[in-house]
């Protein structure tokens, strides 16, 4: 299954505790797989990446133009860093430094962002609501999907992050990520590029 119309896509992983280390494998696995369907050799498709836990950290930027060798080195590379779950500081950076024409998006492409989460978002004294949090990338054009995975996930909740219910993808466990690889792909692949001039 690969993916032959254009689109800037960027993944979001988490690296929070409540993943074990086995599992944060299992993850990063699932990411590559599902990278290789927008392979940059077969379409003009950007990939970024960007880790989240209790903080956030690019680890590609559209501006990188990585090769689908160089996308799998950086996920390989995320730290497990434990931390809490703060998804809000996600959207923000991929708003304020990824789907931006400093990060490196294209206008008039497809902007397709897909969230692994496997847990709520943590309440903390600056956390913003996704449901805000969420609108600059809205105003962007940005297509969200989530992969909710396992029974902690809070899918009303991730339900204000994407634009359609059907967006969000729950997945049982994570042995059960790399089934689901394939049916995300042709979802994701199926969004018509834009209409407006973005």
Known sequence: ??????????????????????????????????????????????????????NTQMEVS???????????????????????????????????????ASGGTRSGKRKIM?????????QDPDTVPLKDAVLPLRQLGVRIYTVAIGDEVDLKELYQVTERNEDVFPVSDFDDLANMANDIALNTCRVKAPSQGR
């Open 1 to 54: 299954m690969k993916c032959s119309e254009d689109a800037d896509l960027a993944f979001v992983v988490d690296t929070s505790g409540s993943i074990s280390d086995k599992n944060f494998q299992k993850q990063k696995d699932f990411v590559k797989v599902l990278a290789s369907s927008f392979d940059p050799i077969l379409a003009e498709h950007q990939l970024g990446l960007i880790s989240y836990s209790s």
């Open 62 to 100: 559209f501006q990188d133009k990585a090769d689908r060798k160089e996308f799998e080195q950086a996920v390989d590379r995320i730290p497990h860093t434990k931390g809490r779950t703060r998804l809000d500081k996600a959207l923000e950076l991929a708003s304020s430094r990824l789907f931006t």
């Open 114 to 122: 897909i969230i692994l989460t496997d847990g709520r978002q943590s």
